[in-house]
């Protein structure tokens, strides 16, 4: 009877050795997990694929390229890449391909300025009229105290981001199906560098790009924010072409982004992926449970 027991334990052992990966490294996680997409997402899965390899070292390699949204969906679609990262929600054309979206976290879109143009609110209406070209001069802004020709900066398509921007005025009211750029950039990066070399210019940006050298002015009379009483938010995605098997490298990794870990990582910048969720909820929940693993 004891060599019963005995045997059972050591089964359960080395199946609990295999399930953990020896010191808690997920079973199966080793090769090369490849993502594509959203120039707004890439630097949130760029420091997700690094939480990822430090608690997990020697398993899983990271292959992160942006390109947009529209990439990233055409991409994952197609089979070339693991995970499609996209900045906004999944369209019924998406998902009757059979793509699934698991969102990792929200986030906030700025509009922004060279510092030195003195704007310091746009209403929805002007941000409308200056992007579908009735303003074309910053004079023409009311309470703008500026002058000279407004250099519209957009993004090419497709960007999930650009998607966004229009549907967000869309849904407050406005129409405005197209933007009178002066210039197309094909990322948060170019385009953040547009603006900030050129003081007539006028863009938007994922609120992580925003750094010193643009400004983000008050949309509406609210401060641009993660949370708070800013709407301007929209899902951060990481897509599949169908739902993850169980025990593939997909799964195990989205599994780590939205473990207290993962979200960790997401809720320093970006909001937490829960409805009516706040990062600083986010990081209560996360300091809890780290506590109560160090009780144990």
């Known amino acids: ?84 990262n996209v900045s906004r929600n999944l369209k019924p054309a998406e998902i009757a391909q059979g793509l699934v979206a698991t969102t990792i976290a929200r986030d906030a879109i700025a509009v922004v300025v060279h510092p030195n143009n003195p704007v310091q609110n746009l209403s929805y209406e002007d941000v409308v009229n200056i992007f579908d070209g009735t303003y074309t001069n910053w004079s023409e802004v009311p309470n703008s105290n500026f002058s000279g020709p407004i250099h519209v900066d957009s993004r090419t398509a497709p960007s999930g981001t650009l998607d966004f921007f229009k549907e967000y005025f869309t849904g407050k ?11 197309l950039y094909e990322s948060n990066g170019l385009l953040r560098s547009a603006v900030a070399g050129d003081q007539y210019a006028i863009g938007f940006l994922s609120l992580g790009y925003v750094n010193g050298t643009v400004k983000a002015p008050k949309l509406n009379n609210v401060t641009p924010s993660q949370g708070g009483g800013y709407d301007f938010i929209r899902n951060f995605n990481m897509v599949t072409k169908g739902q993850p098997q169980i025990g593939s490298n997909t799964k195990l990794f989205l599994d780590y982004v939205l473990s207290a870990d993962g979200q960790a990582i997401v809720t320093q910048d970006y909001l937490a992926p829960l409805a009516g969720g706040s990062a600083s909820a986010a990081k209560g929940q996360v300091r809890q449970q780290r506590q109560q693993r160090q009780l144990r």
């Open 1 to 84: 009877m004891w060599k019963k027991v005995l045997v059972k334990k050591i089964l359960v052992g080395l199946l609990t050795t295999v399930m953990l990966g020896g010191a808690g490294v997920p079973a199966m996680a080793a090769g090369t997990l490849t993502m594509s997409g959203s120039t707004s997402v890439q630097p949130l899965a760029e420091d997700l694929a690094a939480g990822f390899k430090l608690k997990f070292p020697n398993t899983l390699t990271f292959t992160i390229t942006g390109g947009g949204s529209g990439v990233g969906i055409a991409d994952v679609a197609a089979g070339r890449v693991d995970i499609g």
């Open 173 to 183: 009211g406005y129409a405005l199906s197209d933007i009178a750029a002066t210039n």
